[in-house]
């Protein structure tokens, strides 16, 4: 059987943060391996009155077939929220309504991609994005995060190979590393783009979650002007369960997104669509989003002062100013890898750092999520952790 595959299945692999996931369904076990979001914030009320009074009002409509483009009064909530909240521009007409904005990176990668393309990707950088891309088969060539955003050397030199088709970046609050470009970085960014025929796509799925520090520009738009999309998510504002997100593009790109699209499922869920707008209609969506992030504040506090106080000497991190995730660096040779063995016998858990490197770097990194753990867990867990970091220390020396 193995033998029917089509050849770019041998470079695809099953994401290894779902393998982990398995491994914490002990309920004994405090996780910091998920990406997801803290189910108490979820606005399950207002969610199921909004389900019941449009399937009261338009059932018939809401569950009939619709078209690809999505909602237009949801498309268009969007592009105002955009203006009132990033003071940006953005034709509704150029938003495509997809499923997760996961979706988007599959229909760029359909619409852009050759075999043997090169794709600029963060180190580290999105594995879901990794994983997406790599059914296109082409050439990951990475470009080191800085503090403040990506190396500029490198990329400047990235940019002049040949065959770059993409940069895709998360300038905010990055999945995994918890990065945030700078004002300036990502007016040099766009300056280096500009010159470029690369396209760069912007995946914003974390920017409403900041909760510190000064808001940023995206740089589609707010510096870039053309050869860019910027893409969205309800995922983490609302709910991932809708499957909800969408990507801004011209109208070029975002026909032949919407064929694209079209192949694969026509279009995203309508009954999600319609709930989701309602939802936000009938809603104070700012005061819902303020909760979350004061709860996120909190956890991400309580993380990083438990990792200041508990863990050994020689372990750097990161220090978001919103979204969910942190990042370790331990010190150069050793390997997080071998560290999530003696963490799951202490019954803690987190994702390994390499997975998140298309170069096989980064065996001495790992990622923690915030998000989806109470102070009290995030406390415990952390204690087992610096536990199971002094045995790995001593254990090195
Ligand atoms: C950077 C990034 N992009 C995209 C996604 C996918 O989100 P969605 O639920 O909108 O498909 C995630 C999910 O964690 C993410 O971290």
Redesign the pocket.
Known sequence: MATKFADRMQTVHRSFIREILKVTEDPSIISFAG?LPNPELFPVEAMRKAASDVLAESGKEVLQYSTTEGYQPLRKFIADRYKSEKGIEVDPEDILLTT????C?DLLGKVFLNSGDRVIIERPG?L??IQSFSFFQPEFVTVGLENDGPDLNELEKILAMDKVKMFYA?PNF??PSGLTYSAEKRKAVAELMAESDTLFIE?D??GELRFMGEHQTPLSKGYLKDNCVL?G???KIAA?GF?L?WVVAESEVRDKLVIAKQASDLHTSTVSQRIMYRFMKDNDIDAHIEKIRERYRRQRETMVECIEKYFPEGVEITKPEGGMFLWITLPEGMSSMDLLDTAVAHKVAFVPGRPFYVDGSGENTFRLNFSNSDEEHIEEGIKRMADCLKDFFSAKK
């Open positions: 990406g997760g904005s996961q979706q990176l999105y879901g994005a998360v990055q999945n995946d799925p974390y893409l998510s309800f995922s991932p499957r997100g």
